[in-house]
């Protein structure tokens, strides 16, 4: 289903529409502009959350990585 909506843009950002998309093309242009956009940004906005999370978490993962290097390092040297 379509929707038709009235929307206003900068001459300049026309004039670019433009030189994409014939008048014809301009909903389908911008419909994939849009949603390529939204993607974007969502990619970008995880990417953010996860490396916020991962420097929060960063000291704790570094002290569970070195507890378990010891219990490795004496396990092997026990097996000797």
Known sequence: MYQRINITLPNETLQLLDRIAPKGDRSHFIDQAVKYYI????????????????????????????????????????GK
Do not use: C, P
């Open 39 to 78: 993607n974007a940004e969502a990619k970008k906005n995880l990417r953010d959350k996860l490396k916020q999370g991962a420097l929060r978490r960063a000291d704790r993962d570094l002290g569970i990585t070195q507890d378990w290097f010891n219990i490795d390092e004496e396990s092997w040297q026990n």
